[in-house]
């Protein structure tokens, strides 16, 4: 019995060398096609551009260039151009990374490593691919690399955010490109419409480029929406002869209960609209003979400034058939 037992771990010991083996034998191989990659970026010199080795398994990635001195400069991708990685790199991971010597870049939130001249180009690549299989959790045979050399200047183009190895430095054409030295995570806070006149000044043109289309297709189904997110105006040719509008009221959206105060209903009534009933919705008529495509533009704009609070938070969303 004791001999069997001993016979079985000697089995099992030789089977968890065999696949440490393969797997180290795999590691070797991704080494060699990265060492490869990272000396053809530092022998090959083209006039104005600078060469980029990029180590890449899906959206992880790890990119590097020769810097004027002669050191490598490698980014690891991290969560803020890439927020899928957020789930890859959980707070253990970013810790093992700042073991492993990288640190995190704010301007990209990408992680950074700087290997000083004298570091050997398969010890680097050795280092990426450990960086990649211990906190990524990328399997070395699944690596792949490419080179490319990106015009030399002090903020080159990047992949957007959220796209395929966003905040990857690119010039690929074909990809949408930042430029910039930095990204700003926080978007900026639109400017605040300051008067229903403004908005009219603003945004009256294209509405009554809809109006007008509304006016020269009456006599078939056409329609336009105005919806500012937390409220809608509807309109549509009746007839020929006018055409007809909804402005959304709380029957149809519990949320306008607290937009459309007393004081608020009173601007609609006093922009001629009749309270549901007829529909679900406040409602107008605007005969096409009396009122021009300008007029109930900046009719529906001021509604919707008034009596909506829509102040420019995010832009109208137009709608049609």
């Known amino acids: 019995m004791r001999i069997h037992c001993l016979g079985l771990g000697i089995l099992l010991t030789l089977s968890v060398s065999c696949a440490a083996a393969e797997r180290d034998g795999k590691s070797d191989r991704a080494i060699d096609r990265i060492d490869g990659a990272l000396d053809t970026i530092t022998k090959t010199v083209r006039p104005g551009r600078v060469g980029y080795a990029t180590v890449y398994d899906g959206s992880k990635y790890i990119q590097c260039r020769r810097l004027p001195d002669n050191a490598m400069r490698c980014e690891a991708a991290g969560s803020v151009m890439q927020p899928s990685l957020g789930a890859v790199l959980t707070r253990e991971r970013t810790d ?124 078939r189904h056409v329609f336009v929406i105005v919806d500012t997110g937390t409220g ?18 709380p029957q149809s959206s519990a949320a306008l209960a607290s937009v459309i105060t007393p004081a608020r209903l009173e601007r609609l009534h006093a ?33 919707l400034y008034d009596v909506y609070d829509y102040v420019g938070a995010a832009p109208l969303d137009i709608k049609t058939e």
């Open 96 to 219: 093992a990374l700042a073991t492993l010597g990288w640190r995190l870049n704010p301007a990209f939130g990408n992680y950074v490593r700087i290997f000083p001249a004298d570091v050997p180009t398969k010890e680097i690549a050795a280092q990426i691919v450990r960086t990649l299989d211990e906190v990524y959790g990328s399997n070395p045979t699944d690596l792949e690399r490419a080179t490319a050399f990106v015009e030399d200047v002090p903020c080159p183009p990047r992949n957007t955010r959220a796209q395929s190895l966003g905040g990857l430095v690119n010039d690929d054409p074909s990809m949408r490109r930042i430029r910039t030295c930095a990204y700003d995570a926080a978007p900026a806070e639109p400017d605040k419409i300051e008067s229903a006149a403004a908005l009219v000044a603003n945004s009256g043109a294209t509405i009554a480029a809809e109006i007008a289309r509304l006016r020269a297709n009456a006599k």
């Open 232 to 249: 809608y105006v509807q309109c549509g040719p009746e007839s020929p002869q006018a055409l007809y509008c909804e402005a959304q009221s």
């Open 271 to 303: 922009l001629g609209y009749a309270d549901p009933g007829r529909a679900t919705n406040y409602w107008k008529r605007y005969p096409f003979d009396r009122y021009s495509d300008a007029a109930i533009a900046a009719e529906i704009l001021t509604l």
